[in-house]
Protein backbone atom coordinates (compact mmCIF):
# COMPACT_ATOMS: atom_id res chain seq x y z
CA UNK A 1 0.00 0.00 0.00
CA UNK A 2 1.55 3.47 -1.29
CA UNK A 3 1.93 6.02 2.03
CA UNK A 4 3.33 9.44 1.81
CA UNK A 5 4.03 11.50 4.66
CA UNK A 6 4.94 15.44 4.69
CA UNK A 7 6.94 16.71 7.41
CA UNK A 8 9.28 19.51 7.81
CA UNK A 9 6.78 22.13 7.54
CA UNK A 10 7.06 25.63 10.11
CA UNK A 11 6.91 29.07 10.51
CA UNK A 12 9.56 31.10 9.21
CA UNK A 13 10.18 34.65 8.52
CA UNK A 14 10.07 36.50 4.81
CA UNK A 15 13.33 36.12 3.36
CA UNK A 16 13.81 32.93 5.55
CA UNK A 17 14.35 28.85 4.10
CA UNK A 18 12.84 25.80 4.67
CA UNK A 19 12.92 22.62 3.98
CA UNK A 20 9.92 20.06 3.72
CA UNK A 21 9.69 16.12 2.92
CA UNK A 22 8.11 13.54 1.61
CA UNK A 23 8.66 10.33 2.94
CA UNK A 24 7.02 7.34 0.21
CA UNK A 25 6.52 3.92 0.97
CA UNK A 26 4.69 1.11 -1.10
CA UNK A 27 6.45 1.52 -4.54
CA UNK A 28 8.78 -1.22 -6.12
CA UNK A 29 10.68 1.01 -7.44
CA UNK A 30 11.65 5.03 -7.93
CA UNK A 31 9.85 5.68 -11.31
CA UNK A 32 7.20 8.00 -10.67
CA UNK A 33 6.06 11.07 -11.46
CA UNK A 34 5.83 13.20 -8.23
CA UNK A 35 4.85 16.68 -7.22
CA UNK A 36 3.96 19.71 -4.84
CA UNK A 37 1.49 21.36 -4.47
CA UNK A 38 -0.14 23.98 -2.03
CA UNK A 39 -3.50 25.61 -1.02
CA UNK A 40 -3.94 28.04 1.43
CA UNK A 41 -7.54 28.87 2.25
CA UNK A 42 -9.86 30.29 -0.13
CA UNK A 43 -7.20 29.57 -3.29
CA UNK A 44 -7.43 26.89 -5.48
CA UNK A 45 -4.69 24.20 -5.08
CA UNK A 46 -1.80 24.83 -6.83
CA UNK A 47 0.93 23.03 -7.98
CA UNK A 48 4.52 24.16 -6.96
CA UNK A 49 6.72 21.51 -8.88
CA UNK A 50 6.45 18.17 -10.98
CA UNK A 51 9.06 16.09 -11.44
CA UNK A 52 9.55 12.94 -13.29
CA UNK A 53 11.37 9.80 -13.53
CA UNK A 54 14.65 11.50 -15.40
CA UNK A 55 14.51 14.39 -12.43
CA UNK A 56 13.24 16.70 -15.14
CA UNK A 57 11.02 19.59 -13.45
CA UNK A 58 8.44 21.91 -14.28
CA UNK A 59 8.38 24.92 -11.74
CA UNK A 60 5.56 27.72 -11.32
CA UNK A 61 6.73 30.91 -12.47
CA UNK A 62 5.45 31.90 -8.63
CA UNK A 63 8.38 30.27 -6.85
CA UNK A 64 10.84 29.62 -9.95
CA UNK A 65 14.37 30.79 -8.80
CA UNK A 66 13.46 29.98 -5.03
CA UNK A 67 12.71 26.69 -4.75
CA UNK A 68 14.54 23.31 -5.97
CA UNK A 69 12.96 19.67 -5.60
CA UNK A 70 15.67 16.79 -5.02
CA UNK A 71 15.15 12.84 -4.44
CA UNK A 72 17.15 10.71 -2.31
CA UNK A 73 15.51 7.46 -3.76
CA UNK A 74 17.86 5.26 -1.61
CA UNK A 75 15.55 6.96 1.28
CA UNK A 76 12.33 7.15 -0.85
CA UNK A 77 12.46 11.11 0.21
CA UNK A 78 11.09 13.54 -2.25
CA UNK A 79 12.73 17.15 -0.95
CA UNK A 80 11.64 20.53 -1.75
CA UNK A 81 13.93 23.78 -0.52
CA UNK A 82 12.50 27.12 -0.14
CA UNK A 83 14.34 29.75 -0.44
CA UNK A 84 13.62 33.63 0.51
CA UNK A 85 10.45 33.14 1.30
CA UNK A 86 7.25 35.12 1.24
CA UNK A 87 4.15 35.98 2.97
CA UNK A 88 2.20 34.59 0.04
CA UNK A 89 3.95 31.26 -0.06
CA UNK A 90 2.12 30.36 3.23
CA UNK A 91 -0.29 27.76 2.88
CA UNK A 92 -0.62 23.85 3.25
CA UNK A 93 1.98 22.07 1.18
CA UNK A 94 1.07 18.54 -0.17
CA UNK A 95 3.02 15.64 -1.95
CA UNK A 96 1.20 13.70 -4.28
CA UNK A 97 2.71 10.50 -6.63
CA UNK A 98 2.35 8.49 -9.47
CA UNK A 99 0.70 10.06 -12.49
CA UNK A 100 0.95 9.05 -15.96
CA UNK A 101 4.46 9.62 -17.08
CA UNK A 102 3.59 11.33 -20.38
CA UNK A 103 1.71 14.11 -18.52
CA UNK A 104 3.97 14.33 -15.54
CA UNK A 105 5.35 17.76 -16.59
CA UNK A 106 1.92 18.97 -18.14
CA UNK A 107 -0.30 21.19 -15.87
CA UNK A 108 -3.07 18.83 -13.43
CA UNK A 109 -3.50 17.03 -10.54
CA UNK A 110 -4.28 14.03 -11.65
CA UNK A 111 -2.25 11.83 -9.28
CA UNK A 112 -3.33 8.67 -7.53
CA UNK A 113 -1.71 9.39 -4.42
CA UNK A 114 -1.69 12.38 -1.64
CA UNK A 115 0.05 12.75 1.42
CA UNK A 116 -1.68 14.94 4.23
CA UNK A 117 -0.11 17.93 4.08
CA UNK A 118 2.25 19.97 6.29
CA UNK A 119 1.92 23.29 7.17
CA UNK A 120 3.98 26.57 5.90
CA UNK A 121 3.25 29.88 7.47
CA UNK A 122 5.48 32.88 6.71
CA UNK A 123 5.59 35.75 8.41
CA UNK A 124 6.87 39.57 8.15
Known amino acids: QVHLEESGGGSVQAGGSLRISCKVS????????MGWFRQSPGHKRERVVA???????NFADSVKGRFTISRDNAKNTLYLQMNNLKLEDTAMYYC??????????????????WGQGTQVTVSE
Open 26 to 33: GFSDSNYC
Open 96 to 113: AADRPADLCLTPGDEYNY
Open 51 to 57: IDSDDNT
